[in-house]
């Protein structure tokens, strides 16, 4: 069974920085890939980084290009989003989702619909 848990979400200053945690089951993590998508009030469910098993190539969304960082750790079966010089826009619910087939390209993950397994998100909001 595919689980995801995502944690390290707060509340942080503007310029802030942030480190998102999802740590996934055994066949998430070997097969296909992980997204990070971010979701704020009143607005459409954004994808925003994606990393795939085979190659570990990261890839972003344009809107977040040079702040975000994601990155994979095989021992503890664990994805990560670092993220800095938060900006208010960065405030959302942001989840991470898993998909066997999938294959990250492009700019990211676009369709939240391409992922078949979700974690429960974590809040992140930014404010002075």
């Known amino acids: 069974q595919v689980q995801l848990v995502e944690s390290g979400g707060a509340l942080v200053h503007p310029g802030g920085s942030l480190r998102l945690s999802c740590a996934a089951s055994k066949f998430a993590f070997d097969y296909g890939a992980i997204a990070w998508f971010r979701q704020a009030p009143g607005k459409e469910r954004e994808g925003v980084s994606c990393?795939?098993?085979?190659?570990?190539?990261?890839y972003y969304a344009d809107s977040v290009k040079g702040r975000f960082t994601i990155s994979r750790d095989d021992a503890k079966n664990t994805v990560y989003l670092q993220i800095n010089n938060l900006k208010p826009e960065d405030t959302a619910v942001y989840y991470c989702?898993?998909?066997?087939?999938?294959?990250?390209?492009?700019?990211?993950?676009?369709?939240?619909?391409?992922?078949?397994?979700w974690g429960q998100g974590t809040q992140v909001t930014v404010s002075s």
């Open positions: 990393i795939s098993s085979s190659d570990n190539v990261p």
């Open positions: 989702a898993a998909d066997p087939d999938y294959y990250c390209s492009g700019d990211g993950p676009d369709n939240p619909r391409d992922f078949t397994s």
